[in-house]
């Protein structure tokens, strides 16, 4: 009987084997679609050109910190192909904050290559949050064409 396995252990090897074999496909399909899934994002990413922007704040009350968080918050941010830079020199957009008179505060966006304002306003503390004003219009003002 040392030469002769039992059924029962036969069918034990054999079914151990093929879950082997089976995770082994499954693992390496799974790593085939994470590769696939990566080379689409990475793919997409640099087909969309993307602008930096460079938000400063000359405001006491308002630091640039919190208007990147709302411009971040915003759909149209991504949509727009932006993203956040803390680095001045390297920024496509520069967006500036300056506080004028008592509730207003007064916003400009320049492009940094031919130095032209492409947004600007002024906005009112009263009623909201300055920085989501600020971002709002911002982003509003870029997505109806400017460049």
Known sequence: MGRWISIRARMSLLAAGLLLVTAGFDASANGQAQDVALRTTTTNRSAAPQRRVFVRSEALLVRAAVVEDKLMKRAEFNQLGLVLTRNEADADIILELRHDVLTKYVYSAVDTRTQTVIAGGKV????????????????????????
């Open 124 to 147: 009112s503390s009263l009623g909201g949050t300055v920085a989501g004003k600020v971002a709002k219009r911002f982003l509003k003002q870029l997505a109806q064409g400017h460049p």
